[in-house]
């Protein structure tokens, strides 16, 4: 009988303790209840994973729990949590600064959501803290200097997010860390030397930032169990950073353009040197063909000073093979050069209605080299016209055979004919300075037997 009154006694004090610690802390339960999707009024002890101790709110721990939304910053009023853990929800927004109010709070967990901005640099008033999980969120900026102050932090963890900047040297203070996990974000510089001081550290995370992969010798000298610096590209030498690879690509664009343009200018060089080339080839062959139809006897007068042994003057004769030339054949080797004068004026506009199209830039200068040439061709059809003129006055006095001939008087060649006529009684008679029918050029005219001797040898 007494041991029954004692357990219906027992049960009335637990459940008077039990009504009165959630009546108490109603009041702090005001400050989540719309987080959890509860009524103002509703008693959140009663909702499993939180904890009432002493009429307050000292646990927290809602991982899984389907939350959405943003933590609330009344949150911070909770004086009395020790531990906060919102795993693997789907809360958004930044962190609450006010959570750095939480002078009791040891565990802060938040790894998994999709919280956002930058970490809040009042976590480091947190001095009680032993674990701060932020981790797998969409943080950003740089690991606040501030955390040196967590003087009782032990397990750090802040991988996969998009931190950037170095890692605070202020975390060698932190002398009792045994994990740091900062791989998979956008860190760079180089490992603190700091970080040596950290006897008690176990497992030290670094891959996949943009560190330097050197580690110092303080931090060699730990003999850590895991160290992990691997996959770290330092920005100046990434790829992907268009800072750093936009002058180099402008550099590369201007070789390129050079290049290109040299090469142009390099072709059309060689170009105008073949045209040259082929336009001074035409010309000597033209010159050429002129010569082995027309062969000459070329005439040199002595000087009045100059005379051999015996003291009479002498004529030095270079006879070529004499032919029989008349008018007809004259017109016909006529027409044929303007043949070919036409033909290559063709060419010539040919070629510069190719370069007009294909070589805009070089326009000028090719019109140039085509108006020289043009005039160099003039030129040589008014010499041949000249020619052409004189050999029809003489073949129209009489229609016998000349020998084409070229007087040098002087210094200066003189381009004309003489008839064979001529020749018959150049042993007879020699020329005076008045003789209207012989030109006054000629200092002594060769006799009849060498015009044959030349005949006979062209004969043979």
């Known amino acids: 009988m007494l041991l029954i009154v004692h357990i219906l006694a027992h049960n009335n004090i637990e459940n008077i303790n039990i009504k009165y610690r959630r009546d108490s802390a109603s009041g702090e339960c005001s400050h989540i209840n719309s987080f959890i999707g509860q009524a103002d009024t509703y008693d959140c002890c009663s909702?499993?994973?939180?904890?009432?101790?002493n009429n307050h709110i000292t646990k927290i721990l809602l991982s899984e729990s389907h939350l959405t939304g943003q933590i609330p910053s009344s949150i911070g009023n909770l004086s009395y949590l020790k531990e906060l853990e919102l795993k693997s929800n789907q809360l958004t927004g930044p962190i609450p600064a006010e959570i750095g109010n939480l002078k009791e709070l040891q565990i802060l967990d938040i790894y998994d959501n999709q919280l956002s901005g930058e970490i809040p640099p009042e976590l480091g008033n947190l001095t009680s803290l032993t674990k701060l999980g932020l981790s797998a969120n969409q943080l950003s900026g740089s690991i606040p200097a501030e955390f040196g102050k967590l003087s009782n932090l032990k397990n750090l963890f802040i991988y996969s997010n998009g931190l950037t900047g170095p890692i605070p040297p202020q975390l060698g203070d932190l002398v009792n860390l045994e994990n740091v996990w900062l791989y998979n974000n956008q860190l760079s510089g180089s490992i603190p030397p700091e970080l040596g001081k950290?006897?008690?550290?176990?497992?030290?995370?670094?891959?996949?930032?943009?560190?330097?992969?050197?580690?110092?010798?303080?931090?060699?000298?730990?003999?850590?169990e895991t160290l992990e610096i691997y996959n770290n590209v330092p920005i100046e030498n990434s790829l992907s950073d268009d800072k750093k690879q936009t002058p180099e690509k402008k550099t590369s664009i201007i070789k390129i353009g050079i290049i290109i343009i040299a090469s142009i200018v390099a072709i059309l060089l060689i170009m105008a040197l073949i045209h040259k080339v082929r336009i001074h080839s035409s010309k000597k062959n033209n010159e050429s063909s002129v010569e082995k139809e027309y062969p000459v006897i070329n005439v040199v007068k002595n000087n009045s000073d100059s005379t051999s042994n015996n003291g009479e003057k002498s004529a030095i004769i270079n006879a070529s093979p004499v032919i029989t030339t008349d008018i007809t054949s004259i017109i016909d080797d006529k027409n044929n050069y303007n043949e070919l004068l036409n033909l290559e004026k063709e060419n010539i506009e040919e070629e510069k209605d190719l370069n007009e199209q294909q070589i805009q830039p070089q326009l000028p200068q090719t019109q140039v080299q085509i108006q020289q040439i043009q005039q160099q061709l003039n030129q040589m059809q008014q010499q041949m016209q000249q020619q052409f003129q004189l050999q029809m006055q003489y073949q129209a006095q009489s229609p016998q055979q000349y020998y084409p001939i070229i007087i040098e008087q002087g210094s200066v060649p003189i381009h004309n004919s003489i008839p064979i006529n001529a020749l018959d009684n150049a042993n007879k008679t020699e020329f005076s300075s008045q003789d209207n029918e012989r030109p006054p050029e000629y200092a002594e005219v060769v006799n009849e037997d060498n015009i044959r001797s030349i005949d006979e040898k062209r004969s043979n």
């Open 198 to 224: 950290l006897k008690n550290l176990k497992a030290l995370k670094l891959n996949n930032n943009h560190l330097n992969n050197t580690v110092p010798p303080e931090v060699e000298n730990l003999h850590i």
């Open 47 to 53: 909702i499993k994973g939180i904890t009432c101790e």
